[in-house]
């Protein structure tokens, strides 16, 4: 194997998780953009952490709330991810009805849910990380539902036609459709 060395771009290396659609709302009005840079930080209780600009449309309701839902869409919906990401809902569209996607309540919190997501975590803001134009938020998953063909035993399962959907940059995407199961050490 020959490497090379690089000096730009080095956060691609690391393996993105599932690009998500993140939205927020206070009940009257609401948003929704996607998020490559989000993570799972805590197993129990649950936590993750999105990279949020602060220029963001959907950014004023994060804050005010201080709520919003991780929705994680399937390869199908590369499109409206894309789209949801090139678009701000500061040009007044409402991207739920141009670009096609179903609002339904959540449990927990303000922000509508994705009905086209096969996973949807209700997420309330514990730790804000300042950094600068950008925020990095810590938050607790108070409520989440998946797609139970999808999720057996408490794991993924690819079998049902399972197809995440993975951002590499710009217009680029991959997808994971399989799981390798039994691996055995060398
Ligand atoms: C594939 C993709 C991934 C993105 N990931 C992030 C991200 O991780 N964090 C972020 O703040 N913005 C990210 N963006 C940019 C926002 O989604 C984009 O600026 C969006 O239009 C903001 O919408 P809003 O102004 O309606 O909130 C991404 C855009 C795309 C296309």
């Not at 409402?94 to 009905?115: C, H, M, N, Q, Y």
Request: hydrophobic fraction near 40%; glycine fraction near 8%; include cysteine.
């Amino acid at each position: 194997m020959t490497k090379m060395k690089i000096h730009s771009n080095i956060h691609s290396l690391l393996n993105p998780g599932c690009v998500v659609w993140v939205s927020a709302g206070d009940g009257d009005n609401d948003s929704v953009f996607t998020v490559t840079w989000n993570m799972p930080v805590r197993r129990d209780p649950a936590m993750v952490a999105i990279e949020c600009s602060r220029n963001h449309h959907t950014y004023q309701f994060i804050r005010r709330s201080g709520e919003f839902a991780l929705n994680v869409p399937e390869a199908r919906h590369v499109n409206q991810v894309l789209a949801c990401g090139r678009v701000s809902g500061k040009t007044g569209v409402d991207k739920f009805e141009k670009f096609g996607l179903t609002r339904e309540s959540a449990e927990k919190i303000k922000a509508p849910l994705v009905g086209e997501a096969f996973a949807n975590l209700e997420c309330r803001i514990a730790h804000v990380v300042d950094m600068g134009s950008s925020a990095l938020l810590i938050a607790q998953v108070v409520s989440a539902r998946v797609d139970e063909r999808h999720f057996v035993d408490g794991k993924l399962v690819f079998d049902n036609g399972l197809e995440l959907l993975h951002h590499l940059g710009g217009d680029r995407f991959c997808v994971s459709t399989q799981s390798i199961v039994g691996a055995t050490m060398v």
